[in-house]
């Protein structure tokens, strides 16, 4: 543009095309604000904080900014016994106990090389499975309030409750269980804990249904997330997402079935991925709907794992449970596929000690908030929560 | 039965990881070192650690490699050695599925190892957790600060000898 420079009074500027169009720009830019989003904002689910510098409601840069909840897990690991970080891995992703012990319990058990009872892997699938829908339930729920909805939160939550009401059947704690031990699991799921857990199953799939006429084809949320920060696939894989962040962008990635663990190979399950039809693909709404249809993929592996588990007659728990864990020297990389993605640790043992010499909890909301900045850039504001909500952090897990 | 399946496919992507190895041997010859080939965590080391930059981004981009996915990167401490070093757990995420660990390694004291940021955005924060609990140099990284400690917190927590500062902003740390 060749600029003319005809008038120029305050903040008008009039200049002129080659082609003789006369372009009148109002600089209307005013200075950029700086936004301070948290740690106590109810809408960054935790402790997290953004710094953000905006442009009156256009946020340019978004810094996120961690560690109000870090708890030393890293430290802890070298002065603690294998066994006793079983507990500590509980209080990272606090709403998916059961998929961290079974991580750390899979990294563990890949170093001892040793062989687990078939009724202990399906018991295990199962307990996950369970916690991976009172996990995205919270996930769900909270998305709603985040964008104003507040009634699929209290649906939400009222379901999680029979979830955690099993699992305390099963383990004695609602939320931080200790269950999942290396080679085994604490105890027998109790006698009739199929049947409650068939009941369940039977409950619930009418009110995914629901939750979907509630939430998901609502018009309103549909309005705050359809397009809402796009994530391509490719830089998706280069900020290496995971779980349904992933799949949200169109990956069909999931580590139970494309690194298969455990009894997985044996059951029979979708991965879902958005088409692109109701929501675009990699946006807030593809994230989110991912969610709730892997809900019921859970309920299928669930219906499964009844069927195919094994009878408790002279079942022990624990018969595979070293009495001392002392692994071979070496390292290991061993993850898992959590509600939130992959959920890996790396573990170098030197041959001698009951303690690891380094633990590192590869911690999947870590990495899929790195991408934050990227994410939330010439967005607006209340946009910004939108995006947050629907990376679905859990700060336990991102400080560690 | 599920456990032969298992090991099956373990040795086989052993068996890949090796192959994935051998290309790149061919091109950087004894800048990395041999393939240690264990089940838990295939590795090998990077020797020159200036070329990691040039490793990691021929790794990417190679037709035959495309480590696309960078899982993990966790820093280490090696008292012994007298140095810090960095594992990289690699995958080629829909194009191959192959997996390899990669370390890098620098000396313990002011040691430095070039960033891998602009291979893979993932590394800006692991590598940021690198240096905050051990205290090595990613030099060119984009924005090198704490991550999770606090800016102004004394000393690097995760190495061996860390002894925790006695207070602070007047608070008692050690309870």
Same mark, same amino acid.
């Given at each position: 543009m060749q600029e003319l420079g005809m008038a120029e009074q305050g903040s008008i500027r009039v200049?002129?095309?080659? +082609?003789?169009?006369?372009?009148?720009?109002?600089?209307? *830019?005013?200075?950029? =604000?700086?936004? /301070? #989003?948290?740690?106590?904002?109810?809408?960054?689910?935790?402790?997290?904080?953004?710094?953000? #510098?905006?442009?009156?409601?256009?946020?340019?840069?978004?810094e996120p900014y961690l560690g109000y909840l870090h708890r030393c897990f890293e430290k802890h690991c070298e002065v603690v016994d294998y066994p006793g970080i079983v507990p500590y891995t509980d209080r990272m992703d606090y709403l998916a106990g059961m998929n961290n012990e079974w991580a750390y319990c899979i990294a563990v058990e890949k170093l001892l090389d040793i062989e687990?009872?078939?009724?202990?892997?399906?018991?295990?699938v199962m307990v996950s499975e369970l916690n991976r829908i009172a996990s995205h339930l919270v996930a769900i729920g909270t998305y709603g309030i985040d964008l104003g909805a507040f009634t699929p939160f209290l649906f939400c939550f009222r379901d999680r409750e029979h979830i955690l009401n099993l699992l305390e059947w099963a383990s004695g704690a609602r939320m931080l269980y200790n269950y999942i031990w290396i080679g085994g699991v604490a105890f027998d799921i109790p006698a009739d804990f199929n049947k409650r857990v068939k009941e369940f199953v039977d409950y619930f799939r009418p009110k995914v249904v629901e939750l979907y006429k509630l939430l998901t084809e609502n018009e309103i949320f549909v309005k705050r997330?359809?397009?809402?920060?796009?994530?391509?696939? +490719?830089?998706?894989?280069?900020?290496?997402? /995971?779980?349904? #962040?992933?799949r949200g962008s169109g990956v069909q990635w999931d580590l139970r079935r494309n690194d298969p663990y455990s009894v997985y190979p044996e059951l029979d399950f979708n991965v879902p991925v958005p088409d692109g039809k109701f929501s675009d693909i990699g946006d807030c709404l593809s994230r989110h709907l991912v969610r709730a249809l892997e809900m019921e993929e859970s309920l299928n592996i669930i219906e499964q794992c009844i069927s195919k588990m094994p009878g408790s007659d002279g079942f022990n728990p624990r018969s595979a449970v070293p009495k001392r864990v002392r692994p071979k020297a070496g390292e290991v990389y061993a993850r898992a596929e959590n509600p939130r993605g992959e959920l890996?640790?790396?573990?170098? &043992? +030197? $041959?001698? /000690?009951?303690?690891?010499?380094?633990?590192? *909890?590869? /911690? &999947?909301?870590?990495?899929?908030?790195?991408?934050?900045?990227?994410?939330?850039? $010439?967005?607006?504001?209340? +946009?910004?929560?939108?995006?947050?909500g629907s990376i679905d952090i859990v700060l336990g897990e991102v400080d560690r | 039965m599920a456990e032969i399946e298992e090991g099956k496919g373990l040795s086989q992507s052993l068996h890949q990881s090796a192959a994935a190895y051998a290309v790149i041997r061919e091109q950087f010859a004894d800048a990395i070192s041999d393939f240690d080939a264990n089940e838990t965590m295939p590795f090998f080391e990077v020797i020159e650690t200036e070329k990691w930059p040039d490793i990691a981004l021929f790794m990417r981009d190679h037709p035959k490699l495309k480590f696309n996915y960078m899982a993990c990167l966790s820093g280490v401490d090696y008292p012994a050695e007298e140095k810090l070093g960095i594992v990289c757990n690699l995958e080629s995420l829909g194009a191959f599925?192959?997996?390899?660990?990669?370390?890098?390694?620098?000396?313990?004291?002011?040691?430095?190892?070039?960033? *891998? *940021?602009?291979?893979?955005?993932?590394?800006?924060?692991?590598?940021?957790?690198?240096?905050? =609990?051990? $205290? =090595?140099?990613?030099?060119?990284h984009p924005d090198h600060r704490r991550i999770l400690c606090p800016e102004d917190w004394e000393g690097f927590p995760l190495r061996k000898d860390y002894k925790v500062q006695e207070s602070y902003h007047g608070i008692k740390v050690p309870y």
């Open positions: 200049s002129r095309k080659d +082609d003789n169009v006369v372009v009148i720009e109002k600089d209307l *830019a005013t200075e950029e =604000m700086l936004l /301070s #989003m948290g740690p106590q904002h109810p809408s960054t689910h935790g402790v997290l904080k953004l710094e953000c #510098m905006t442009d009156g409601e256009v946020v340019t840069s978004a687990i009872p078939r009724r202990v892997e399906f018991i295990r997330t359809k397009g809402i920060g796009i994530m391509p696939a +490719d830089v998706a894989i280069n900020y290496a997402w /995971s779980g349904p #962040m992933l890996g640790f790396y573990i170098q &043992s +030197d $041959g001698k /000690s009951t303690k690891p010499l380094r633990c590192k *909890a590869r /911690s &999947s909301c870590f990495v899929n908030l790195s991408a934050m900045k990227d994410l939330s850039k $010439g967005q607006l504001i209340p +946009d910004l929560v939108a995006i947050i | 599925g192959h997996r390899i660990a990669v370390k890098v390694k620098c000396s313990r004291e002011g040691g430095s190892i070039p960033t *891998a *940021a602009y291979v893979w955005h993932t590394a800006n924060w692991h590598e940021r957790e690198a240096y905050d =609990m051990f $205290g =090595m140099q990613f030099t060119g």
